[in-house]
T-cell receptor, first 112, second 114 residues
């Protein structure tokens, strides 16, 4: 069985400050890892994913995440956040069963 | 851009009514999913399908039912709506070919049962 833990339910941060959203997972098999973003009254949009290869993956809007196998983590980071980054962020895993397991989400609130 | 559509976006309905939430995708994905999400809460898988005529219950028990008669269509039905069914319902699909492993989500249907 797989599980995903997002320890921070809410993260307030000032605009232009750096942020890290934490994600830890557990699985007995190899997994694919994802970060999704959800804006109010919207579905989920893929932010970035890790499949294999380089452990550092980047999105087009400045977010990055690093896969750490020994710590079973996939933390999301951004060096300088904007007001428009305010949203709910979900970490997810899937394996050969192709069922996606989601964390409880982290609400990022960027303050002016 | 994801081509997966859910209708209606918002639905307010009385207790005891039968409802069907529609989900269609034009990407030819064989796998489709329904998730239930309460406000500010995690997503819970309630149904999934690996292809036509294949449906399975998810990790969260649900009184809803689904069907998969066509690849592109995965409707969810509640025979008798109750206030406890009030929630957001998200439909998703995936392909798993090459480096395409992510799920694509629709915009969601926010259901309110009064």
């Amino acid at each position: 069985a797989q599980s995903v833990t997002q320890l921070d339910s809410q993260v307030p941060v000032f605009e232009e400050a750096p942020v890290e959203l934490r994600c830890n997972y557990s699985s007995s098999v190899s997994v694919y890892l994802f970060w999704y973003v959800q804006y109010p009254n919207q579905g989920l949009q893929l932010l970035l994913k890790y499949l294999s290869g380089s452990t550092l993956v980047e999105s087009i809007n400045g977010f990055e995440a690093e896969f750490n196998k020994s710590q079973t983590s996939f933390h999301l980071r951004k060096p300088s956040v904007h007001i428009s980054d305010t949203a709910e962020y979900f970490c997810a895993v899937t394996s050969g069963t192709y069922k996606y397991i989601f964390g409880t989400g982290t609400r990022l609130k960027v303050l002016a | 851009e994801a081509d997966i559509y859910q209708t209606p976006r918002y639905l307010v309905i009385g207790t005891g009514k039968k409802i069907t939430l529609e989900c269609s995708q034009t990407m030819g994905h064989d796998k489709m999913y329904w998730y239930q999400q309460d406000p500010g809460m995690e997503l819970h898988l309630i149904h999934y399908s690996y292809g036509v005529n294949s449906t399975e219950k998810g990790d969260l028990s649900s009184e809803s039912t689904v069907s998969r008669i066509r690849t592109e269509h995965f409707p969810l039905t509640l025979e008798s709506a109750r206030p406890s069914h009030t929630s957001q319902y998200l439909c998703a699909s995936s392909e798993h070919k090459g480096r395409s492993t992510e799920a694509f989500f629709g915009q969601g249907t926010r259901l309110t049962v009064v």
